[in-house]
């Protein structure tokens, strides 16, 4: 899947560049090489990948550390 989403990180910028003809050429080289649908890889190039996001937060405590320490002794 990595080298996928490399070939799109390349491909994408020249293909929203292009103009029709070159876009379709472009659209069947990409298809041939990573077996996506014509719909599909349309819009996987002219989408790009998305940012990587930030670490996902770690999750709100529920119990405070007196409850917690009773638990952990039950």
Do not use: C, W
């Amino acid at each position: 899947m990595t080298t996928r989403n490399e070939l799109i990180r390349a491909i994408s910028a020249r293909y929203r560049q292009s103009d029709r003809p070159d876009k379709g050429r472009i659209l069947d080289e990409f298809m041939a090489v990573t077996g996506y649908s014509r719909k599909h890889a349309m819009r996987a190039l002219r989408q790009g990948l998305p940012d990587k996001t930030d670490a996902t937060r770690p999750r709100r405590r529920i119990y405070d550390d007196a409850v917690h320490e009773a638990l952990v002794v039950i």
